[in-house]
């Protein structure tokens, strides 16, 4: 059946901030403590929507979280009302006050994994949300996102919207960051790999020294079998140790594919060679497009810094594809000189690159590619999906009036003590669920 990939990007909450709350995350440290753009982070997240919808693509929206979780403030033991529990956070741990204003959910690449229905043995599309345990303001999100994926894809004879793995590390899952698809086109049954960098039952003496990995095999292997893979059209491959060290948290900082075309740094996985071995012979040697970036190209330091490849790679109608990159990859010269090379090969399909300002995101650590989920969908599928969603241009226009009327210019750390502010955020967001017609998904409208 034809099929067209679906972006459905996180929309950036008005609680934008430098909270520095991800290590291993270079950029997210470096920034820790900066004033913030709320505004300006949402504004540009919603050009990036527009941009790749006017290239033709199908463009979706997903909500943020509800934030401050002040819900989550009072389990913990602050009391008193909401200009009290603020306060008194703010006193005794301002690092977990920080964590209740988080905006991370803003990286939909994080938020599930996705295995269309031509890899599936019941023919639906299956949706697992991430259960993001490996860090505290993360692991709070999976019960909201999973209400907004199910308000999303509500129809169960054509989606299965999983919940989340078991809250524990031998399943430790950050979603579609760690997960590439690769097919002959997006209608054809594909490779799903699965990226993982610690396995407990079975520890590898090669580990990184600086940062921990933060996905598990086991969460990888649990998805496989969750979402009814063909084992053989799989491939679970480890991550390299030097590269999460180098700041490489998430497979799509060092690696990207799209349809048969795979980019990658040499030094992405344990044993690359094995693993493109492995890709060519499930998927059949002669669709497999490589497209290797080698220490001589640039460096770990500098795919993680300018997030090359987080970039978008794209195909539009009559199977050219493009390349969706931010805009600090253009500023690094050897950087934008690969591109530049990718770009002119006629031995792949990517013929052109669009650099796109997502600065607010990237100086929080999350490029292009973060912001979105994949959705592959038939039309049929895509026809199912619920249509308030989905970006038309009055639906941009509606979402710009509602960040222009409810967003913060700046956001600084003592601004996450004001209960206003707090007030305002949550209304916001209320108001927002009706926008996109998805019923009540944050705890604050079910209570």
Not at 236 to 256: C, E, K, L, M, Y
Request: proline share 7%.
């Amino acid at each position: 059946m034809p099929t067209r990939e679906a972006n459905f990007d996180g929309l950036v909450g008005p609680t934008h901030n430098y909270a520095g709350l991800s290590p291993g995350n270079v950029l997210s440290e470096t920034n820790a403590g900066a004033i913030s753009a709320p505004k300006a982070a949402a504004l540009q997240g919603l050009a990036k929507m527009r941009a790749v919808r006017d290239l033709g693509l199908v463009q979706g929206v997903l909500p943020p979280q509800a934030r401050p979780d002040l819900g989550l403030l009072r389990a913990l033991g602050f009391t008193g009302s909401d200009a009290q529990v603020l306060e008194s956070a703010a006193e005794k741990s301002p690092t977990l006050l920080a964590a209740c204003w988080s905006a991370s959910s803003m990286w939909a690449a994080n938020a599930a994994t996705v295995s269309p229905s031509a890899d599936t043995a019941d023919g639906r599309v299956h949706v697992t949300p991430a259960n993001l345990v490996s860090h505290f303001h993360r692991s709070i999100e999976p019960p909201t996102t999973t209400r907004a994926l199910r308000a999303t894809f509500s129809d169960g004879a054509r989606f299965v919207v999983h919940d989340a793995l078991p809250h524990h590390t031998l399943f430790a899952d950050e979603g579609a960051a760690n997960h590439v698809r690769l097919c002959r086109s997006h209608a054809d049954a594909g490779v799903e790999l699965f990226v993982f960098g610690f396995d407990p039952p079975r520890p590898t003496p090669i580990a990184p020294k600086k940062y921990k990995s933060r996905q598990s095999r086991g969460a990888c292997e649990t998805l496989v079998r969750l979402h009814g893979l063909d084992r053989s059209k799989t491939v679970i491959a480890r991550q390299h140790a030097d590269a999460i060290d180098a700041g490489v948290f998430h497979n799509d900082v060092i690696s990207t594919g799209n349809e048969r075309v795979f980019l990658y740094h040499e030094r992405a996985f344990d044993d690359a060679p094995a693993v493109i071995g492995q890709l060519r012979a499930a998927l059949a040697p002669a669709d497999l497009v490589t497209i290797q970036a080698g220490s001589g190209d640039f460096s770990l330091t500098d795919a993680v810094e300018t997030y090359v490849f987080n970039s978008q790679v794209l195909t539009l109608e009559g199977g050219r594809m493009v390349m969706v990159a931010p805009q600090e990859s253009r500023a690094r010269p050897p950087v934008a000189a690969w591109i530049d090379r990718v770009v002119a090969d006629r031995a792949n399909p990517i013929d052109e690159a669009v650099f796109m300002d997502v600065r607010e995101s990237m100086r929080n650590g999350g490029g292009p590619a973060c912001l979105r989920l994949r959705v592959p969908l038939t039309d049929a599928e895509l026809a199912s999906v619920n249509p308030g969603v989905l970006l038309t241009d009055g639906l941009f226009e509606r979402l710009t009036g509602w960040v222009e009327r409810h967003y913060p210019d700046r956001l600084t750390p003592a601004d996450l003590r004001d209960h206003r502010l707090a007030r305002c955020c949550l209304d916001a967001v209320d108001e927002l669920t009706r926008l996109l017609g998805v019923g009540d998904i944050y705890p604050f409208q079910l209570a």
